[in-house]
């Protein structure tokens, strides 16, 4: 047996070959000891603490395989990524792979070869699944994101409160949950719910004391982004609300000549996607303009800047996001910019979202009747969704249809696919009987075959645009001749850059207008309430916003950070600080516009710094160069 002197050995050796740290942070050794000792544990660390690392040590050190139970596809895609670029076996499940992928990875786990499978919890349910985990050697469970399994937050999914009975087929493994962000109310729920026995308890504070958070009310946002990005030379991610917004806001400071910066989000192609991402992993002045697409999974240390240029949709967004700055523990900043009139809008369409309980069921309805689908049946193929048909049926808008559908993905009735992908295609037809076919299709046919390889014996992921370059072809012809092959009824495809929908459960109207309607209006319900909650955090100006979200988190008696926007003014005003003496010494430098003054000065509130310009003026103490630049006098 390993004593405790070869084992802590083995900890530290792990830690410094795969990825070369020295030490481990606050909480992460007795988290991955509790692992070790087989018990179960729930580890409540912030973003930016490492959780991450607390179940792939222990992975790499025990024999068997870590099973990690994670609910996003594009969260364990980086996650079994990141790992392999480590040399760290790692694979992943989803709805993406087929049969034959699927028992690949299944033989490397038997093997002994595969030390983490991320899978996602509804996948704990498939009959697939289960028969091969039986003949696996489980290390350990992790449940990552566990306060997914609490009924009172937006991100609840039912799959989690399944894990319980999975549990009770492996009694003697121990669990890991893991969470970022929880109150203590929802804690106490993953505590029932995974039915940890003792756990371990392991909660590092929610304090990000380095860095600086500014709460802006601002109604020219374009140009305090411009004036921001032109002295910024730090690496940072800005984030906004829609795919729009973030291509928009990177061509204006691309016209101002701002080159540094360059949007992401959901809809890019996964080989921009990954270009982008990995341009501005290796460079340390390069900006992200995103929506929330982007972070999840992302380990880089030196991020100075975040700018939420709108409100996140809630406390913990806001938090996680804004955890993914100064993670080395150097000063960073954290911008909040917001309007009334903005916030007014946000209300509405947040409303405007949500559909009625008639409007929910003739929704539901269509999509079942629009693929055929009857009572109590499950059909085995994927869809093509056309949400524009859904819209012109039922009169509802795409923000009401796409939230049902949202939904339905979470609760698992459907896979809903709404991000550009790879397209498939899937013989229907034995290749002997292909010989059958006319000289124009089976030219066609052999074209496929060889340039697809795998086409005859299993499902295959392609890019049209790729094997159009192949075979000297347009893009859209080939598509209308693979579409012709599909209404021949030869192969199934689905076209990659449109909606697809897969049904996982049968059709079931009596739950579908019962518990499913009661279930959504109460996850609306908790939209609203944690929307309502962030607003107060934005807008209150009478308190500390580190000491609000530590007080939201449920840590007892926080105190003032004494660098966000609130503690800078109470500075000034109990302390003295003299702003004026602060404009004089930043001139001495160099004449400055207001902007430039406002970052120079410790980012302190626009209008403090105006207000003693004037002053400055009037005293004759500065002057103005022209319209905009300051001077010494």
């Known amino acids: ?142 449940v990552d994101e566990a306060h997914c399994i609490s009924e009172w937050g937006q991100d609840f999914r039912p799959s989690y409160q399944k894990i319980k009975i999975f549990r009770e087929r492996f009694k003697d493994i121990q669990c890991l949950a893991l969470t970022a962000t929880a109150t203590p ?45 032109k002295y910024n030379r730090t690496s940072g991610i800005i984030y906004v609300r829609t795919r729009k917004d973030a291509e928009e806001l990177t061509k204006f400071l691309h016209r101002n000549q701002i080159q540094n910066v360059d949007y992401f989000h959901a809809g890019l192609e996964r080989q921009e996607k990954n270009a982008r991402q990995n341009n501005w992993l ?63 809008n946000f209300d509405e369409q947040l409303k405007n979202q949500i559909p009625s309980k008639y409007e929910f069921q003739k929704i539901i309805s269509f999509i079942y009747s629009n693929f055929q689908i009857a009572d109590h049946e499950l059909p085995e193929k994927p869809f093509q969704l056309n949400l524009q048909h859904i819209r012109n049926f039922t009169k509802s808008s795409l923000g009401k249809i796409r939230n049902v559908l949202n939904f339905m993905h979470q609760q698992e009735l459907i896979f809903y696919n709404n991000n550009k992908s790879l397209s498939s295609l899937e013989l229907k037809v034995r290749a002997e009987d292909l010989d059958l076919l006319s000289k124009n299709d089976g030219y066609f046919a052999e074209l496929l075959f060889r340039n697809l390889p795998g ?19 347009d893009p859209f012809l080939l598509k209308e001749k693979i579409k012709e092959f599909q209404n021949k009824d030869y192969l199934e495809y689905l076209d990659g850059a449109l909606s697809s929908i897969k049904f996982l459960q049968n059709r079931d109207e009596r739950s579908i207008n019962g518990k499913y309607w009661n279930l959504f209006h109460q996850i609306q319900k908790n939209k609203l309430r944690k929307w309502e909650e962030l607003k107060f955090f934005t807008t209150n100006p009478d308190h500390c916003k580190m000491r609000m979200i530590l007080s939201y988190f449920g840590e007892k008696n926080p105190k003032n950070c004494g660098k966000c926007s609130y503690c800078e003014k109470q500075k000034e005003s109990i302390f003295g600080r003299n702003v004026s003496v602060e404009i004089l010494k930043a001139l001495e430098q160099k004449p400055s516009n207001v902007d430039e003054l406002t970052i120079k000065l410790n980012y302190f509130e626009r209008e403090s710094i105006l207000e003693n310009l004037i002053y400055l003026l009037d005293a004759g103490k500065v002057k103005m160069l022209d319209f905009r630049t300051y001077t010494l006098a």
């Open 282 to 344: 290796q460079r340390n002045d390069h900006v992200l303009i995103s929506t929330n697409a982007f972070g999840m999974g992302i380990d880089k240390e030196n991020v100075r800047l975040i700018v939420h240029f709108s409100p996140p949709q809630s406390v913990e967004n806001y938090y996680q996001e804004i955890g993914r700055a100064g993670r080395d523990g150097e000063e960073s900043y954290a911008f909040l910019f917001w309007n009334d009139q903005e916030l007014m």
């Open 1 to 142: 047996m390993i004593s405790t002197e070869e084992f802590a050995h083995l900890k530290y050796d792990t830690l410094k070959h795969f990825w070369g740290y020295d030490s481990f942070r606050d909480l992460q050794e007795q988290i991955i000891d509790s692992v070790i000792l087989r018990k179960d544990a729930l580890a409540l660390l912030p973003t930016g603490g490492g959780k991450s690392l607390c179940y792939q040590l222990p992975a790499l050190i025990q024999e068997g395989t870590c099973l990690v139970i994670s609910p996003l596809l594009a969260l364990m895609k980086d996650q079994v990524a990141q790992l392999k670029m480590r040399g760290i076996e790692a694979e992943y499940l989803s709805s993406e792979l087929d049969e034959f992928d699927a028992e690949i990875i299944f033989n490397r786990c038997k093997d002994g070869i595969t030390k983490l499978l991320y899978v996602s919890p509804e996948r704990l349910n498939n009959r697939f699944f289960l028969e091969n985990i039986e003949e696996i050697q489980l290390s350990f469970i992790a």
């Open 455 to 473: 086409l005859t014996s299993h499902k295959v992921m392609f890019s049209e645009l790729s094997l159009s370059r192949k075979i000297g072809t």
């Open 185 to 229: 109310k929802v804690l106490q729920e993953i505590k029932e719910k995974l039915n940890l026995k003792n756990p371990g308890v392991f909660r590092k504070s929610f304090e990000r004391s380095n860095i600086h958070i500014i709460s802006e009310n601002i109604s020219d946002k374009y140009e305090r982004v411009l004036q921001l990005m």
